[in-house]
Structures are given as C-alpha cells and as structure tokens.
C-alpha cells in the first residue's frame, strides 16, 4: 500500500510519542505522556499545549531538517510540559524552563524562545582579547593549506593544524567553545566491525568522544544505528571529515583489491577493511611518536604510543547530560582473512588525508507528500 502524506504525519507523531518515553526514561523523568501531533502550521517549529495536553511539531521541521533538530525541539516542548505539570502557569522561559530543560538534556542553544533554529546563527569570531591570535590565525592559515593539490604540502598542513589544536586545546576559526554533538546516520540496523574501528581512531586520535546509539529517518520511516561525535565543534568536524574520508577510501581500496584477489566473500572484505583502518592507526601513532622527538626508525608498538586521554570536566558533563544511562560495551570478536587483513594494513600505512575540511554538509529537504 502507498504511503500518503497523512500517513507520514501518523508515524512520526506514533514516532515522538516513543521519543518521549525514552527520553523520560533516559533522565529518569517522571512525566504524562501527552497527545503529539504534527501539523502544518507554519508560525512555530514546536508548541505545547496545556489545555490540550499535547505537543504539536512542525511538519515542515521533520521534512527539512534531520531528526535530530527535531528532536531538540521536541525536548524544549516537553521542558514546557514539564513546568506545566509540575508548577502550572509560571512564565514561559523562566526559571522553572531552564531547570526542566537541565533535566531533560535540551542543549543551551534549543532552550530559547524564537523562530530561528540555531543551526541558521552565525557563530562568533574567536579571535577575541582572551585567545592567542597568532595561534588562531596560524591554524586557519594551515586549514587553508591543507586545500592544496600538492598531497604532501596538503597533508604537513593538516598535521601542523592538528597539533597546534592539541597541544593548546584551541578550537577551529569560527567555533563556539562550547561542546555539542554531531550524529552521522550509518543506515544499517547493527554496527559493523568497521566502523566501531573507525569510532576507536577517533576517539584516540581526534579528541573526540563516540557514541554508538541510534536515530530515526523520518525519510524512511526507520531507526538505524548511528556514531554520535561529541566534542568542540571545531573537533567535531575534522572527526565528521574524518570519518567520510575513511568511508569512502574503504569502498574503493576493496574494489582495487577485489581485482588484484578476485574471490573472497563478506569475511574478506570485512579483513581487508579491518587491516586498512589497522595500519592507518599505526601511522597516526607513529606521526605522534615522531612529533614527540623520537627517531623515525625506532619500532612501533602501538600498545605504548596510542595518546593519553585527556580529562575534560566541561565535555564529561555535556555527555553525561546527553546521555545519562550511559554503558560501556565491547564488541565481539571476528574471524579474519589474515592474507587480506595484512594486504589491508599494508594499504593502510600509506593512506594520505586529501582535502579540506570545510565540505558543505546541508541536509537536503525530504521529497515526500505534503
């Protein structure tokens, strides 16, 4: 059967309502779940009713941004919910909201009234009186770099710029200092081996942290499993770069190998992509060895050079906050094709980081019934 526009607005509303259930359940937040609609009001993105008791969410948000503007949006309207059951008609964006929306995890910028969604708000220039000027504009200077045809200028540059954003913790041109989050869509139902290894390099080269969670496509009305960056938002996007890079890199090194080895099935694929993320590691660990004064020629023991992790308050609250059930898990074990694993380690070790860092990353509206 055809699913029609009305259709549509069904299941995202049936959607919301688990969203609003988990989300309780998540921050241990005891709250009536209330009647959700969507509708095609054009004046607001969200508004709670209390005579009602429902909340009623923009159709024109859920077709034209991704779920997870919409679901902040949703959380500030369940703040207002909140306030409403527990304190009944006290003012709007008091401080009654603001208290709900810490219990709730609404991020700071979807907790004031108004219109515009943040994503349309242009960021602040950091080149202010309390940052190092000249670090900061050395770094844009060297993001501008690593735009150049000439992969080994291009890839000093990137390299130069991580390390000045390492060492003095500074974020990129442009950026806020707060932490935010980031969700890549990984469009299957399980997470594959590869990409918890590319969520490991990550978290171990690129100051990010990665958590493995899920979202909603409202496209296709789905969940599929999801890596949500959390970091600076300067951090965030070189892990997003990152992360496409790798991707994509992945898909055409197998279609080279698959000709140089015809045969081999899903556990060949999966070895060889194991085995180029695996020496890609290595030689992120051994630029690190290198930058740190050691002689090039030494061994490498990737036990003994993977970074410290360091300690952050400020982010460790922005996650916690995010998510406060928050589990650790390992993955299982996989078998392997130890010739097309190493084939893959071999590649891996000679894989350049290309281009620049700032690719546009507009979500495309949804092409779906109105």
Not at 205 to 214: D, P
Not at 293 to 303: D, L, Q
Request: proline share 6%.
């Amino acid at each position: 059967m055809k699913t029609t526009g009305n259709d549509y607005l069904r299941i995202w509303a049936e959607q919301l309502v688990m969203e609003h259930r988990r989300i309780c359940w998540q921050h241990r937040v005891i709250m009536t779940t209330p009647l959700v609609e969507i509708g095609e009001a054009s004046g607001y993105w969200g508004k709670w009713w209390p005579s009602r008791r429902t909340i009623v969410i923009s159709a024109r948000l859920v077709r034209q941004h991704p779920w997870e503007v919409v679901l902040n949006v949703f959380r500030h309207e369940m703040a207002h919910q909140l306030v409403s059951q527990t304190h009944g008609a006290a003012p709007a964006h008091g401080d009654f909201f603001a208290t709900a929306c810490e219990q709730l995890g609404v991020p700071p910028e979807y907790r004031s009234a108004g219109g515009a969604l943040p994503d349309s708000h242009p960021l602040p220039d950091p080149l202010n009186h309390d940052r190092p000027r000249a670090l900061l504009e050395k770094v844009r200077k060297l993001l501008a770099l690593s735009e150049s045809a000439n992969e080994h200028e291009a890839l000093l540059a990137m390299r130069k710029a991580r390390e000045l954003l390492d060492q003095h913790r500074l974020p990129l041109p442009g950026e806020q200092s707060e932490y935010c989050s980031l969700v890549i869509n990984l469009g299957r139902r399980m997470v594959s081996s590869h990409h918890r290894a590319i969520a490991s390099i990550l978290m171990d080269h690129f100051q990010v942290e990665v958590v493995l969670a899920s979202t909603y496509d409202a496209a296709v009305c789905d969940t599929f499993k999801c890596l949500d960056l959390i970091g600076r938002p300067g951090q965030v996007k070189v892990a997003e770069y990152i992360f496409h890079f790798l991707e994509n890199r992945l898909v055409r090194l197998w279609e080279n190998q698959r000709r140089l080895r015809p045969g081999g099935g899903r556990t060949a694929a999966n070895s060889y992509r194991l085995g180029v993320l695996k020496g890609f590691r290595e030689k992120l660990a051994g630029e690190r060895k290198g930058a740190a004064g050691r002689r090039p020629t030494e061994a490498v023991n990737s036990m003994e050079i993977l970074p410290v992790r360091m300690g952050d308050p400020e982010r460790d609250r922005f996650l916690s906050c995010r998510y406060p059930r928050l589990r650790s898990s390992r993955g299982r074990s996989v078998a392997v094709d130890h010739a097309h694993y190493q084939a893959g380690q071999e590649e891996g070790r000679r894989l350049e980081l290309r281009a620049g860092l700032e690719r546009s990353r507009v979500a495309a509206p949804l092409s779906l019934p109105t």
